[in-house]
């Protein structure tokens, strides 16, 4: 099993641009989260789905919107980029409580 | 909603001594307290974990320690090792719940 992958691992965007960050766990999860990780800081949660076709907010969803259109898939996607969200972005999945993280992507804003 | 606060943010120990880290959380309802290393560039792991019926857990060199009343939560990291250095990040949450609270984390180094 490959578990959590993500693409990409670093991007760098310019303010106003937009992207889609991706993530595919392999392990027939239910749950599956996306956070972001500032320096120095903890995670914090954007989003997450319980299921296909269920998705609800976390702690810090401005500025980004989520699909779960399969139990594979859960890609994150940024509209308008500005410089508040260069972060390292981590998606995670489970089962029950324990959370398996996909290795990050980490985004520049510029 | 829940809040983790972790202390220290940064602790150095000699090879060999033992490391502490310390949470508390706010929200009573939480049942579930895990542990997460993350090494340099990499993803968080899950290390330990305790529910609230347990005081304390161990697995070899670390253990953790619950006091639910104090509303805290300790772990113990003996006869450290080099590769023990990482940034260790408590959490808590209701069982069940879809997300976890994470503390800010502790950059641990152990000085060889």
């Known amino acids: 099993n490959a578990g959590v992958t993500q693409t990409p691992k670093f991007r760098i965007l310019k303010i106003g641009q937009s992207m889609t960050l991706q993530c595919t766990q392999d392990?027939?999860?239910?749950?599956m989260y996306w956070y972001r990780q500032d320096p120095g800081m903890g995670l914090k949660l954007i989003y997450y789905s319980v299921g296909a076709g269920i998705t609800d907010k976390g702690e810090v969803p401005n500025g980004y919107n989520v699909s779960r259109s399969t139990t594979e898939d859960f890609p994150l996607r940024l509209e308008l980029a500005a410089p508040s969200q260069t972060s390292v972005y981590f998606c995670?999945?489970?089962?029950?409580?324990?959370?398996?993280f996909g290795p990050g992507t980490r985004l520049t804003v510029l | 909603g829940e809040n983790v606060e972790q202390h220290p943010s940064t602790l150095s120990v000699q090879e060999g001594d033992s490391a502490v880290i310390k949470c508390t959380y706010s929200d009573s309802a939480s049942n579930y307290f895990p542990w997460y290393k993350q090494e340099l560039g990499k993803r968080p792991q899950l290390i330990i974990d305790i529910r609230s019926n347990v005081g304390e857990k161990k697995d070899q060199r670390i253990a953790v320690t619950l006091n639910k009343t104090a509303k805290h939560f300790s772990l113990h990291i003996t006869e450290t090792q080099p590769e023990d250095s990482a940034v260790y990040f408590c959490a808590a949450t209701l069982t069940g719940a879809n997300n976890l609270f994470f503390g800010t984390g502790t950059r641990l180094t152990v000085i060889p």
């Open positions: 392990m027939n999860h239910n749950y």
């Open positions: 995670a999945s489970s089962l029950y409580n324990e959370q398996f």
